[in-house]
C-alpha cells in the first residue's frame, strides 16, 4: 500500500543531516528539497539506504554552507556534502540539452523552480520531492499515482529519455524488478525502439549497474525484462560469446540459475552464473574453458579482485556439483574449503543443481563439515616445516615442495596424528628418496 512520504519515516540520522544542510542552504535564500530514490522509498514503505538533495543553490552557495563537500560533479552541479559523518548528495536544480556521448548532456543550465528539475529526471518514480522541514512533498510529473498503480513510466517522451543515456535501459529493468513495477506500454516500445543507445554505454557504467542489481532483490527478473526487450546482450559485454548458438535456451538456463542464487547473491555470484557454463555441462567447463570464459568477462572490464573471485567460484562449483557423494578424502575435501571461492562455488553448485533438480547432499554435507572443522581444521598447522627437510638430509629443491604437499594431504586424510609420526614418515620418504632414480637424495649428493 501506497505511503504519503514522510520525514517522520527516514532515520533519525538521515533526518537530522537533511535537516542541517536545509537549514543552512535557507540561510542562502533557497529551499533544499530530499529528491528521488529516498523519497520513492518512503512512499513504498522501505527504508532508504542514502539521501539525495537539490536545491537552487549553486556549486558555489553550497560551499559556503560551511559543510565539508566534495566536487563528484561539480560542473554538473553535484557535489557530497557530509553533515554530522554522513553524505548527502546534493544537485543544483537543473536542465539539460544534446546528449551527444549517450551519457553525459552537451549543455547544463542551472535552474530555479523544481518543475525545471523533474523536467530532465528519467523515471516519473524518481521525480518526488519532499522539504526536509516543512513535510511538504511535490509531485511534478505524477509519480505516486503512477507507483499505486504499480507502473513504470518516464518523465516525458519515453524515447526520448532513452535516446539521452542508453543505460536507462538498464535501469529500467532494474527499477520495474526490484520496485515490482510494470513498465507502461509506451516505455516498453520505446525501450525496444531505442536499442542501439545501449552501443554508446561504457562497460564501466554496465557493471555499475549490474553491482547494483545483483545486490537487492529480483535481478533475474531484471535480466528476463532485457531479455524480453532484445536489449540483454546489447547492454552487457561479451554475453552472446558465453550463451553461443542457442541463445534463448542458454540464457533461460542462466536465468533460473540466478533465481536459484537467492534474492541478492551479489556481484561475484551473479557474474559466475551469468557467464558461466550452463547447468547441465559444468562436467566440460575444464580450466582452458574457464580461460576462455574469463577473457570474455573482461569485455565488462571487472577488477582483478572480481574476476580472481569468479574464477575460483568456477572451480570449486564445477568439481562439487556434478558429485553424486562426498569424496572420501578428507584432504580434497578441505582443500576446496581453503579456497577463497568455497562460499561462492558451494552456492552456485547449490543454484546449479536445485535448477537441474538434482540433490544438495553434498553441498550441504561440505557446509556442515566446514563449520564443524572452523578454521583450525580447516587450516591446521602443518606437523613439518622447511627446515626438518633439511635436518633430515634432503637437498633444497623441486622435491621439498613435492614432499610438504604429500606430509600435508597426509595429515589432513589422518594419515599423520601427531609431529612424531610425521617425523617417522619423513624419515622413510628420506630413505625413499637415497635409493629411486629422479630427483633424490642419491642424486642430489652425487651432482654436488
Known amino acids: 500500500m501506497l505511503r504519503r512520504p514522510s ?5 533519525r540520522a538521515h533526518a537530522s543531516a537533511a535537516r542541517a544542510l536545509a537549514q543552512r542552504i535557507a540561510t542562502l535564500g533557497h529551499r533544499a528539497w530530499i529528491v528521488g530514490g529516498a523519497v520513492r522509498d518512503l512512499a513504498l514503505g522501505r527504508t532508504p539506504a542514502d539521501v539525495d538533495m537539490a536545491s537552487a543553490a549553486t556549486p558555489d552557495e553550497v560551499e559556503r554552507t560551511g559543510f565539508r563537500t566534495v566536487p563528484v560533479g561539480r560542473a554538473f552541479g553535484t557535489l557530497v556534502v557530509l553533515v554530522d559523518g554522513l553524505e548527502v548528495q546534493h544537485t543544483t536544480f537543473r536542465s539539460e540539452a544534446g546528449y551527444a556521448d549517450a551519457r553525459r548532456p552537451s549543455s547544463v543550465q542551472f535552474g530555479a523552480t523544481v518543475e525545471e528539475d523533474a523536467s530532465r529526471r528519467d523515471f516519473t518514480c524518481n521525480a518526488l520531492y519532499l522539504d526536509p522541514s516543512t513535510d511538504e512533498v511535490l509531485d511534478p510529473t505524477g509519480g505516486l499515482p503512477h507507483l499505486a498503480a504499480r507502473e513504470l513510466h518516464c518523465v516525458g517522451v519515453a524515447r526520448e529519455r532513452f535516446q539521452e543515456d542508453g543505460l536507462r535501459l538498464v535501469r529500467m529493468a532494474r527499477f520495474a524488478a526490484q520496485l515490482e513495477l510494470v513498465p507502461a506500454p509506451d516505455v516498453l516500445a520505446a525501450a525496444e525502439a531505442a536499442r542501439g543507445a545501449l552501443r554508446g554505454v561504457s562497460p564501466e557504467r554496465v557493471l555499475i549497474e549490474l553491482e547494483t542489481l545483483f545486490a537487492r532483490p529480483n535481478g533475474a527478473r531484471a535480466l528476463e525484462l ?12 561479451g554475453l552472446v560469446e558465453r550463451l553461443g548458438r542457442d541463445l534463448e535456451t542458454a540464457f533461460r538456463e542462466r536465468a533460473a540459475t540466478l533465481r536459484e ?13 551469468l557467464y558461466g557454463p550452463d547447468p ?24 582483478r579482485s572480481t574476476r580472481s573471485a569468479v574464477a575460483a567460484a568456477w572451480a570449486v562449483a564445477c568439481e562439487v556439483a556434478p558429485l553424486a557423494r562426498v569424496p572420501a578424502s578428507r584432504a580434497q575435501r578441505v582443500a576446496w574449503m581453503q579456497s577463497p571461492g568455497f562460499d561462492d562455488g558451494l552456492a552456485l553448485a547449490r543454484a546449479w543443481n536445485r535448477h537441474l533438480r538434482r540433490g544438495t547432499l553434498v553441498v550441504d554435507a561440505l557446509v556442515a563439515e566446514r563449520e564443524a572443522l572452523g578454521p583450525d581444521g580447516v587450516s591446521p598447522a602443518p606437523w613439518l616445516a622447511a627446515q626438518d627437510l633439511e635436518d633430515a638430509g634432503i637437498p633444497r629443491g623441486p622435491a621439498w615442495g613435492r614432499i610438504l604437499r604429500e606430509a600435508e594431504v597426509e595429515q589432513l586424510d589422518g594419515g599423520l596424528a601427531t609431529r612424531d609420526a610425521a617425523l617417522a614418515w619423513l624419515a622413510r620418504r628420506a630413505s625413499e628418496l637415497g635409493h629411486d632414480g629422479g630427483n633424490t637424495l642419491r642424486s642430489a649428493k652425487d651432482s654436488g
Open 7 to 11: 520525514m517522520q519515516d527516514l532515520s
Open 226 to 237: 532485457l531479455w524480453s526487450c532484445d536489449l540483454l546482450v546489447l547492454a552487457v559485454p
Open 261 to 273: 542464487l537467492g534474492p541478492a547473491p551479489g556481484l561475484v555470484r551473479g557474474l559466475a552464473a
Open 280 to 303: 547441465v555441462a559444468t562436467n566440460a567447463f575444464g580450466h582452458a574453458e574457464r580461460r576462455r570464459a574469463l577473457d570474455v568477462l573482461d569485455q565488462l572490464r571487472v577488477a
